[in-house]
């Protein structure tokens, strides 16, 4: 069975694994809207409160792991006005500010949230207090978890709005720049952060009760009600060996990151079937397996109808964007746009996830390599639009560059390059020629020491500023699965939408750089957005990006230190 096929099943394992799980949250006592004069006095301001989805759930403790993951089914319920934020730094050198928007259907007002509140973009910290106890009544464990306001949610009630137009999932890439958090009126989110903290607790098997409650700083600054529901818990202990049923639930219950993927292992999550016992880094998400984020799985024990994926009334980030749709036939006529014609901004991350590895994936064996993350992203205002043509018999095809205006109708096209079938395990798939390369450079940043120049194919992998102008809050392709056509394709469409970047995790065949024979010390991971510039976009000076990087070591043993990016600590 080939690599694609594995995932291919693996994926299919987990979403019939997830089948019994409903993201409807149906609360006793939910009041079906506040009265005028409420209303009138809130002024935009959310009605919150901690409610749990049900009395009793069952945690799966696997084998050898560290501990369980608690998803203890408690949600946020919203009410009154939606529950929205507004999240954004300035630069690397800046803190992170959050803001809390207040629309009272005449107005917005914004309220800033006191400093070291918000640390990063994947929620707000600190936000739940958890204390388990045993059947004999002592505490065994206490911890305290951030809720991201874009996790698995749903409907309260019919009248609320049919969906959610707010992202699906908190950022967790360590250079996002902006994003969006919210909450639906009438809806509830799930208040699990097992997605975007791996922080597993150590609960043998056997019968607990749980007591979940908002920290006092956010009741007092929300005005939320001091709920303290409680939950018992079961843990029930598992072997990952079980089988295919046993693999898709365990890859489903150790997840230990958020928000999108990326490619060939890129954004935070384990490859499937590898688990804890591969010594195979594979960053952070694996061979281009589409992860569904953030499934409830607390409410299995509700007995409900299942429902799974997104749609009217519902979302639980699950969705698997069908491919997107090349135009029928290649552009005719004049190639270009006319004079002001909006086009996206191709703009590039720093180096993140470095480390060194010693011959993975096709590398040579025994040879040292310097492995890194790498983010191109698109600030806008136009999103990236790139069509692969296919004359009968040949090996690449032909790439154009679309160009619409301001209402979405294609105004123009231009030539820009070519897309090539990659058939090494993990990509199978187009790449498109020339979108990035990456260089090592010397400490002065004057000679290039190394170079890596990659084909790639564009998919929206991290969600990097949200707040930038005409940012998509929900882009068509996010998993590779579906982005990037299949070997017999004759046509192929790939988009980097506005606000999103593609990640490329240097863990793949020929990405990394050798540096077997390279002395110690300091160099420079270089990142270029459009190297051949055969794109167009608004802007090419801020297409390059440098990340230090300190080399030691002896061969077969090399040692790699990375200083932190101004602000920015993420090795």
């Not at 305290?144 to 874009?150: G, H, V």
């Amino acid at each position: 069975m080939t690599s694609q096929e594995k995932s291919s099943r693996l994926h299919r394992a987990a979403l019939a694994a997830g089948a019994a799980l409903t993201v409807v949250v149906t609360v006793s006592g939910a009041a079906p809207g506040a009265g005028a004069a409420q209303a009138k006095a809130s002024a935009g301001k959310p009605k919150l409160k901690l409610v749990a989805a049900s009395n009793s759930v069952t945690l799966d403790r696997w084998k050898d792991e560290p501990g369980v993951q608690l998803d203890l089914g408690t949600y946020l319920t919203v009410d009154d006005a939606p529950l929205e934020f507004k999240v954004t730094r300035k630069s690397y050198k800046d803190p992170v500010v959050a803001q809390q928007i207040l629309r009272d259907g005449k107005g917005t007002r914004a309220k800033t949230l006191p400093a070291g509140l918000v640390k990063d973009f994947s929620g707000l910290t600190g936000f739940l207090d958890v204390s388990i106890t045993n059947a004999a009544g002592e505490e065994v464990a206490k911890t305290s978890q951030a809720f991201c306001p874009n996790n698995a949610s749903g409907r309260l009630r019919p009248d609320a709005p049919a969906t959610s137009h707010y992202p699906q999932s908190c950022p967790t890439n360590p250079f996002t720049l902006g994003s969006v958090w919210g909450v639906e009126k009438g809806w509830a989110a799930n208040t699990s952060n097992v997605d975007y903290s791996y922080q597993p607790v150590d609960l043998p098997a056997g019968e607990y009760t749980a007591k979940v409650s908002v920290a006092k700083k956010y009741r007092d600054l929300f005005t939320i009600p001091d709920d303290r529901p409680t939950i018992k818990v079961t843990v029930r202990e598992r072997d990952w060996d079980e089988g295919g049923a046993g693999l898709a639930a365990r890859r489903s219950s150790t997840r230990h990151a958020g928000g999108h993927g990326g490619h060939g292992g890129h954004s935070g999550h384990q490859a499937a079937g590898q688990g804890a016992h591969s010594s195979h880094h594979y960053g952070p998400r694996g061979a281009d397996v589409p992860v569904p984020p953030a499934f409830p799985h607390a409410l299995a024990d509700r007995g409900m109808t299942p429902h799974l994926g997104d749609g009217p009334g519902h979302t639980d980030g699950s969705r698997v964007a069908p491919a997107l749709k090349p135009a029928a036939k290649r552009p005719t006529g004049k190639a270009g746009a006319p004079a002001n014609t909006p086009k996206p901004d191709l703009r590039s991350l720093p180096a993140w996830d470095i480390a060194i590895t010693d011959g993975e994936d096709g590398d040579v064996p025994g040879k040292d390599y310097l492995a890194f993350s790498a983010n191109v992203w698109n600030a806008g205002p136009a999103p990236l639009v790139v069509d692969g043509f296919r004359s009968p018999g040949k090996d690449l095809m032909d790439a154009y560059q679309y160009f619409y205006d301001a209402k979405g109708k294609q105004v123009g096209y231009t030539p820009t390059g070519t897309m090539e079938w990659d058939p090494r395990e993990g990509h199978e798939h187009w790449h498109f020629t020339d979108f990035a390369s990456y260089r090592l450079l010397s400490e002065d940043q004057t000679k290039e020491v190394r170079s890596g120049k990659e084909a790639f194919c564009l998919a929206n992998t991290d969600a990097i500023d949200y707040t930038v102008k005409n940012a998509n809050w929900h882009p068509e392709n996010t998993d590779l699965s579906t982005a990037c056509g299949q070997q017999n394709s004759i046509s192929v469409r790939e988009v980097l939408d506005v606000g999103s970047g593609d990640t490329y995790t240097q863990y793949r065949p020929g990405q990394s750089f050798d540096i077997t024979d390279l002395p110690n010390g300091t160099y420079y991971i270089q990142v270029i957005a459009n190297p051949e510039k055969r794109l167009q976009e608004t802007n090419t000076d801020n297409n390059v990006a440098l990340r230090k990087v300190v080399l030691g070591g002896e061969p077969g043993a090399r040692t790699v230190t990375v200083p932190p990016h101004e602000l920015i600590d993420a090795k």
